[in-house]
């Protein structure tokens, strides 16, 4: 697809990016396309053939074809009493062939209808089914009428699900773990194995926000992220088979070793108001763990390849990272809102650059293996970056395909934050490594606030999301005053808990004596349709 030159270029380009992808091409469609109907088809209304959100019109939309009849067996439903219930609950179980890098699932889901709108189908996210030859639907139960188009999964329901009412359905489904692949494929390695680990994140089918009247399943391409996901419950029971002795298993949440029988381990998971559910499994992690100021237990799971060996004595990558990701954690609890677990989880990652995950995140080899016994590092950056990640993206949602910047630049402008109060002799290098020679002050790029459609490269959706929207953060601190510029970030940190939020609530709680103070700030970095919806 590239020279070996233009690759080599890109790997150090992308070293900037704490959830990194590469050029903005589609994604290959897979060959996954599955229906079961019971009856004769009919023809969907037209209105059904569009994504909840529509890509850019020089996009392909992504058809679902349904089907209804009054001999298709229904979802159960029901109207009992759900208040204080999650919106989903998963209960998982997994039998997991380490050896043959395999998954079978049984994943179990209760879904409460909390729209205003009464729903004739559900519509799942199929992340795994991004690539061929990863996801193999076995059914869908009870037996409705469903399809899988892509990552869009979509449900027929007999009898509409009224709001308020709630039912149960049931998936089985085999996962085939690809290997960490070379070049871009290399950045999905959170889904992937290695010579000693195994990644299942984003490998769980999620159920599609619904918005607007309809659900949301964005077009995949290769910048940037395109999920968009709801909070949930998650029940998991892991039992994995043909494993090295002393498979250790990185998990979130509350985590209970069942033992070991017949050659197999079982673990019980129980994880609470996530976003996501997502494991590594090793026999050569190394666990170390430090409580951070605010009482959170993290937890490093390192190869032994952290610890470098030089003419000068070992440098301990892993001791910085745990001091790090405990710092950061502790600091933006401090200016953000109370962390939600008891634990944090940091996995070395036999993939390029970092991934965030509710609870635990991914930060690449790469970084522990470059370490130079210096804070001016991609570890210290990257590991801030994902932790960072667990507010903008794990407590307060966005869209990540079309506001990417929500959590991207947030999460990036924490890093500068983090090296100005522990290492603040670096802050100067901070802007210029990470930020000034990628974006000088005569950039012209896109707008912070565009979509990942709009970018040809990784390295243009970095510079104007990432880096600019520091930049622009920064600037709006400078208009509203440091002590103002926080309460802000700590108020939108609040009112967006458990949500998908957008745009619109992070710029109204801005006071309208706050607005006109950054008026001029605002029209720098957005695009002209956002300011019009601002400032009417």
């Known amino acids: 697809m590239r020279t070996q030159l233009l690759i080599l270029l890109l790997v150090g380009l992308l070293a900037l990016t704490a959830c990194g992808t590469s050029e903005a091409q589609p994604i290959p469609p897979t060959a996954t396309t599955l229906r079961v109907v019971q009856a004769s088809p009919t023809a969907a209304p037209a209105s059904s053939l569009i994504p909840s959100i529509a890509p ?72 795994p089914n991004r690539r061929p030859e990863v996801f193999t639907l076995a059914g869908v139960t009870p037996a409705a009428a469903y399809e899988l ?16 009412c709630s039912l149960e359905f049931a998936l089985d489904f085999q996962i085939s773990v690809p290997p960490v692949g070379d070049g871009v494929l290399g950045y999905s390695g959170y889904l992937g194995y290695s010579t000693r ?17 309809a659900w949301i399943t964005h077009d995949t391409v290769l910048v940037g992220e395109q999920v968009v996901a709801e909070i949930a419950d ?9 494993a090295p002795d002393g498979l250790v298993l990185a998990a979130p949440g509350f985590v209970e070793a069942d033992g070991e029988s017949a050659g197999a381990q079982t ?57 790090v990701a405990a710092r950061s ?49 991609y570890l210290t950056i990257i590991t801030v970056h994902e932790v960072a990640h667990q507010w903008w993206y794990a407590r307060v949602g966005n869209d990540q395909a079309l506001t990417p910047w929500l959590d991207e630049a947030l999460a990036t402008y924490s890093e500068y934050i983090f090296y100005e109060e522990y290492y603040p002799d670096y802050r100067e290098w901070w802007w210029r490594f ?5 974006v000088p002050g005569d950039f012209a790029g ?23 929207g520091a930049q622009m953060l920064h600037d709006l601190r400078a208009d509203l005053g440091t002590d103002a510029f926080f309460a802000w970030l700590a108020a939108y940190a609040q009112a967006g808990i458990g949500r998908v939020a957008t745009p619109d609530l992070f710029w109204s709680l801005l006071t309208p004596e706050q607005r006109a103070q950054t008026q001029a700030t605002r029209a720098a970095y957005l695009s002209a349709p956002a300011l019009a919806a601002l400032d009417p």
């Open 329 to 377: 954690l502790a600091m933006y609890a401090d200016l953000f809102g109370d962390y939600s677990y008891d634990r944090f989880v940091v996995v070395q990652g036999d993939f390029p650059d970092g991934m965030e995950f509710s609870d635990l995140v991914f930060v690449s080899t790469d970084w522990f293996r470059t370490y130079a016994d210096s804070p001016a590092a």
């Open 446 to 468: 896109p707008p912070v606030d565009s979509t990942v459609y709009e970018f040809a490269s990784i390295r243009a959706y970095i510079n104007a999301v990432y880096l600019r």
């Open 197 to 213: 680990q195994i990644n299942l994140a984003n490998w769980l089918p999620i159920i599609a926000v619904h918005s607007a009247g």
């Open 234 to 242: 998650w029940d998991v029971t892991l039992t994995v088979r043909n």
């Open 149 to 164: 188009t892509g990552r869009r999964l979509t449900i027929d329901l007999v009898e509409p699900l009224a709001p308020g």
């Open 56 to 127: 850019p019109a020089d996009r392909e939309l992504q058809p679902v074809a349904t089907a209804a009849s009054a001999l298709t067996p229904t979802l159960a439903s029901t109207c009992l009493a759900t208040a204080g219930q999650p919106t989903t609950q998963h209960t998982i179980t997994a039998e997991i062939d380490y050896a043959g890098r395999a998954a079978t699932v049984n994943q179990q889901l209760r879904y409460i209808n909390r729209t205003n709108d009464t729903l004739p189908q559900i519509v799942l996210n199929v992340e």
């Open 434 to 438: 990470r930020v000034e020679q990628y």
């Open 267 to 323: 673990w019980h998971i129980r994880h609470t108001s996530a976003r996501d559910f997502g494991v590594s499994l090793s026999p050569a992690f190394n666990l170390t763990t430090r409580a951070a100021a605010n009482g959170v237990i993290v937890e490093l799971y390192s190869f032994d390849d952290a610890l470098i060996q030089t003419d000068d004595g070992i440098i301990d990558a892993a001791a910085h990272a745990l001091d």
